[in-house]
């Protein structure tokens, strides 16, 4: 069961990455706060579950 938790966040991490990285560029293409805003949320959130996976240990008290 964990290791399948584990592969739900890796993919949530790749998701929140591969979203960032989309509204950058469309920040960079066309302009407007809401997709700059929207890259640094999702960058935000990919680190915050990096870090969660990498204590998932700590977490779950394993």
């Known amino acids: 069961m964990i290791a399948f938790h584990r ?3 890796a ?3 790749l ?3 591969g979203f960032a990285v989309w509204s950058l ?3 960079e293409a066309r302009g407007g706060a809401g997709t700059l805003v929207l890259g ?3 960058g ?3 680190g915050l579950l ?3 996976l990498n204590h998932l240990g ?3 008290k394993l």
């Open 7 to 9: 592969f739900l966040i």
């Open 11 to 13: 993919t949530a991490i």
């Open 15 to 17: 998701f929140c990455l």
């Open 25 to 27: 560029l469309a920040f």
């Open 40 to 42: 640094g949320v999702f």
């Open 44 to 46: 935000l959130a990919a």
């Open 50 to 52: 990096g870090y969660y």
């Open 58 to 60: 700590r977490f779950l």
